[in-house]
């Protein structure tokens, strides 16, 4: 299985500090996104990194990929009490193909 | 709102009873995801469909799981006899599918199925 499973499974952090999140996966892959999700809600798209990539930036997120290492880090530079919610990594093996994801990463942003 | 749709969004029902979903998916998407999530867990991958060809099921849809894409543009997500362990929400995602387009699969907002 290329089941994406990140780490730490929960985060506490002040508002205003950075929260760095990690992602690591199996087999080879086509690309990995990156999801966010609010308690009781639907998935909101973060980021999609293809497997020839290796960081993108959108706002305050800043995604790497090492595919030498099948692992990629998600890091949202000063959080905001709003970024409380679930990250999940899902990669996929091929372009289009389903997404296999962890358990996510819960982050609590205290005011 | 990410442009994909999901009816109903709650459903309580009784165990033995069918329940269906529906999920119309981003105008001009080819490809629909069906996936479950229980609490304190990731999704997990049910089935897929470019345009109305059901391409993959998981070993997790049981022979009381169907589901459709008649006409290649909403889907539906019929559960028959219903169990207490198929209490979940079920979440549904469209991607474009098409060569050279964005692989990014958009969520609906899931129905949230509660067998009692």
């Known amino acids: 299985s290329q089941q994406g499973e990140e780490d730490p499974q929960a985060l506490s952090i002040q508002e205003g500090e950075n929260a760095t999140m990690n992602c690591s996966y199996k087999?080879?892959?086509?690309?990995l996104q990156w999801y966010r999700q609010n308690s009781g809600r639907g998935l909101v798209h973060l980021i999609l990194i293809r497997s020839n990539e290796r960081e993108k930036h959108s706002g305050r997120l800043r995604v790497t990929l090492d595919t030498s290492k099948k692992s990629s880090s998600l890091l949202i530079t000063a959080s905001r009490a709003a970024d409380t919610a679930s990250y999940f990594c899902?990669?996929?093996?091929?372009?289009?193909?389903?997404?296999?994801f962890g358990g996510g990463t819960r982050v609590l942003v205290k005011p | 709102d990410t442009g994909v749709s999901q009816d109903p969004r709650h459903k309580i029902t009784k165990r033995g009873q069918n329940v269906t979903f529906r999920c119309d998916p981003i105008?001009?998407?080819?490809?629909l995801y069906w996936y479950r999530q229980t609490l304190g867990q990731g999704p997990e991958f049910l089935t897929y469909?470019?345009?109305?060809?059901?391409?993959?099921k998981s070993r997790l849809l049981s022979d009381r799981f169907s589901a459709e894409r008649p006409k290649g543009s909403f889907s539906t997500l019929e559960i028959q006899r219903t169990e207490q362990g198929d209490s979940a929400m079920y979440l549904c995602?469209?991607?474009?599918?098409?060569?050279?387009?964005?692989?990014?699969?958009?969520f609906g907002p899931g129905t949230r199925l509660t067998v009692l």
């Open positions: 087999t080879s892959i086509n690309n």
């Open positions: 995602a469209s991607s474009s599918g098409l060569a050279g387009y964005s692989d990014t699969q958009y």
């Open positions: 899902a990669p996929s093996k091929a372009a289009g193909n389903k997404l296999t």
């Open positions: 105008s001009e998407h080819n490809r």
């Open positions: 469909f470019q345009n109305e060809a059901q391409l993959e």
